[in-house]
T-cell receptor
Framework: EAQVTQNPRYLITVTGKKLTVTCSQNMNHEYMSWYRQDPGLGLRQIYYSMNVEVTDKGDVPEGYKVSRKEKRNFPLILESPSPNQTSLYFC???????????FGPGTRLLVL | RKEVEQDPGPFNVPEGATVAFNCTYSNSASQSFFWYRQDCRKEPKLLMSVYSSGNEDGRFTAQLNRASQYISLLIRDSKLSDSATYLCVVSSGGYNKLIFGAGTRLAVHP
């Protein structure tokens, strides 16, 4: 089954404790992206990757890092989480950045 | 001005009603247009792409007006299961990204 998976689905953590949210896709997509969704603001892009070892900032990259060592995986790293990073995070993938994107199930993060 | 603007709603309609959502976008170079559906606390899923000539998929009809930079979605014979948030999505026109509207919430009641 073609899908995008994210882990964990829910996470409660404390300020400053490094965490990683994993994202994996099995559709051989070259483009992958991370978004955060907050009430009233819609989906905002954090980082994206055009291909292996090619990543770039989206609209709200501050406080986040990513890596793309393999085509299928695109982890999101919060080195020192803060309460303003409490949000619903989605990973998505597609063949190019301007085509239909397929989303993972989301990760709900609470930073205390 | 937001790059993609939608009326947030909510639109409260009875079953069987016809409802229309509108969306405007600011980048005239945008080439790809979509409507996504998002159920509460779930991931967005593609409802339909929007083509220049307009297109229909069952009860759903999407229209694009490039001159006015305007996209619409019409839902006929609304079902309870249509209750969701509908996201207008536009390609960035030169940048490799999609721009998502904040969504329009639809609630269909018996």
């Amino acid at each position: 089954e073609a899908q995008v998976t994210q882990n964990p689905r829910y996470l409660i953590t404390v300020t400053g404790k490094k965490l990683t949210v994993t994202c994996s896709q099995n559709m051989n997509h070259e483009y992958m992206s991370w978004y955060r969704q907050d009430p009233g603001l819609g989906l905002r892009q954090i980082y994206y990757s055009m291909n292996v070892e090619v990543t770039d900032k989206g609209d709200v990259p501050e406080g986040y890092k990513v890596s793309r060592k393999e085509k299928r995986n695109f982890p999101l790293i919060l080195e020192s989480p803060s309460p303003n990073q409490t949000s619903l995070y989605f990973c998505a993938s597609s063949f190019t950045g301007q085509e239909t994107q397929y989303f993972g199930p989301g990760t709900r993060l609470l930073v205390l | 001005r937001k790059e993609v603007e939608q009326d947030p709603g909510p639109f409260n309609v009875p079953e069987g009603a016809t409802v229309a959502f509108n969306c405007t976008y600011s980048n005239s170079a945008s080439q790809s247009f979509f409507w996504y559906r998002q159920d509460c606390r779930k991931e967005p899923k593609l409802l339909m792409s929007v083509y220049s000539s307009g297109n229909e998929d069952g009860r759903f009809t999407a229209q694009l007006n490039r001159a006015s930079q305007y996209i619409s979605l019409l839902i006929r014979d609304s079902k309870l299961s249509d209750s969701a948030t509908y996201l207008c999505v536009v390609s960035s026109g030169g940048y490799n990204k999609l721009i998502f509207g904040a969504g329009t919430r639809l609630a269909v009641h018996p």
